[in-house]
């Protein structure tokens, strides 16, 4: 864990507007601080590992991934065990197994591999992760590869919708119902993004369960769930 150390509050750093009034920005200070010790850590030892939770899984990545100039990044989050590879600025793998198969890699049809499983990490709130300086090359994916800066833009924006349609399709607490005579009145005018969920939907299926089957990016799912829960066609029970 990272901890606030002695502090020279006449130095230029501590001395400017962020620091002007200690007592109210001491979560600001708490994330400065920690964020300097790790990058120092990091170049120093070549490798960190601590909770999520001390920096936000955003955070975490952006100061892991410039503070080398290549890495690895592996996170578990309950009982799912995400990892990242990155070199020079940019992401080139990413995926997520369970967090019992140790260090087992994806099967070629997992959908849980690259955008959608690096989307899905950035709405983690907790757990913990390791990091080691490394070198990448020999597991990148030799398709994936996407400039760090843009993923965690659209990454973020993915994970505030999310955060919103799962006050409506809780991801594991309700199970979900296809209306089969509605579905088939309805299939001709829908899309082939609604078709491939409703195609999954062939038993009562919890949330989670069908973002972790589908290679749609959840925040597709999500929002195609809340369309077809409008037109009837499926319910949350």
Same mark, same amino acid.
């Given at each position: 864990a990272y901890e606030i150390k002695e502090c020279d509050w006449s130095s230029d750093v501590c001395s400017s507007d962020l620091f002007t009034d200690f007592n109210g920005h001491k979560e600001q200070v708490e994330k400065f601080v920690n964020s300097a010790q790790m990058v120092s850590e990091v170049s120093v030892k070549g490798g960190i590992s601590g909770k999520i939770e001390e920096l936000g899984v955003e /955070?975490?990545?952006?100061?892991?991934?410039?503070?080398?100039? $290549?890495?690895?990044? $592996?996170?578990?989050?309950?009982?799912?065990?995400? #990892?990242?590879? =990155?070199? %020079?600025?940019?992401?080139?793998?990413?995926?997520?197994?369970?967090? &019992?198969?140790? /260090?087992? +890699?994806p099967s070629s049809e997992s959908p849980l591999v690259r955008d959608k499983a690096f989307f899905r990490i950035l709405t983690w709130t907790g757990g913990k992760f390791d990091y080691t300086s490394t070198e990448v090359a020999g597991d990148a994916d030799p398709k994936? @590869? #996407?400039?760090? %800066?843009?993923?965690?833009?659209?990454?973020?924006?993915? &994970?505030?919708? *999310?955060a919103r349609l799962t006050e409506q399709f809780p991801l594991d607490a309700s199970k979900l119902y296809l209306n089969v005579d509605e579905a088939k009145r309805a299939l001709s005018s829908m899309s082939q993004e609604?078709?491939?969920?409703?195609?999954? #939907?062939?038993?009562?299926?919890?949330?989670?369960?069908?973002?972790?089957?589908?290679?749609?990016?959840? =925040?597709? *799912?999500? $929002? *195609?769930? @809340? +369309?077809? /829960? $409008?037109? /009837? #066609?499926?319910?949350l029970k």
């Open positions: /955070n975490l990545i952006q100061m892991l991934c410039q503070s080398s100039r $290549e890495g690895r990044i $592996e996170l578990v989050c309950g009982e799912q065990r995400g #990892i990242i590879l =990155f070199k %020079d600025g940019r992401l080139v793998q990413a995926y997520i197994t369970s967090a &019992k198969a140790g /260090n087992a +890699t994936w @590869s #996407i400039s760090l %800066d843009h993923a965690l833009l659209e990454g973020l924006r993915h &994970k505030d919708e *999310i609604e078709k491939s969920v409703v195609k999954l #939907i062939k038993r009562p299926m919890k949330v989670l369960a069908l973002l972790d089957e589908s290679s749609l990016p959840d =925040f597709t *799912i999500l $929002e *195609i769930l @809340s +369309t077809l /829960n $409008e037109k /009837n #066609i499926l319910s």
